[in-house]
Nanobody, 126 residues
Framework: QVQLVESGGGLAQSGGSLRLSCAASGSIVSVRTMGWYRQAPGKERESVALIIRGDATNSAADYADSVKGRFTISRDNAKNTVYLQMNSLKAEDTAVYYC????????????????WGQGTQVTVSS
């Protein structure tokens, strides 16, 4: 019903930047919360940043303490796309990053279901 396709991962040096994108497609009626999680080797998946759809000009965002001031999440509601701008990258940011979205589609409306992207590797070299 719904697919999330991520792009933008890769290799960066410590202190560098990367930008992740994730586009939702399918029989979408409404995309509610969107965000990013990450999972490092041997660790549990953790929330990085979430953005809750607000009105046309304002969406509320929430960040993990470890990325506050360095990462910025944004979304383009017209494109059902969420972005994660990652600046001042650190070695500990190395992980597989997963896109997340709560989507109400034609088969579930008005209920939203949770969807995940396939994951994109981010590696930061120190």
């Amino acid at each position: 019903q719904v697919q999330l396709v991520e792009s933008g991962g890769g290799l960066a040096q410590s202190g560098g930047s990367l930008r992740l994108s994730c586009a939702a497609s399918g029989s979408i009626v409404s995309v509610r919360t969107m965000g990013w999680y990450r999972q490092a080797p041997g660790k549990e998946r953790e929330s990085v940043a979430l953005i809750i759809r607000g009105d046309a000009t304002n969406s509320a965002a929430d960040y993990a303490d470890s990325v506050k001031g360095r990462f910025t999440i944004s979304r383009d509601n017209a494109k059902n796309t969420v972005y994660l701008q990652m600046n001042s990258l650190k070695a500990e940011d190395t992980a597989v990053y997963y896109c997340y979205a709560e989507v109400a589609h034609r088969g579930s409306w008005p209920t939203a279901e949770n969807y995940w992207g396939q994951g994109t590797q981010v590696t930061v070299s120190s």
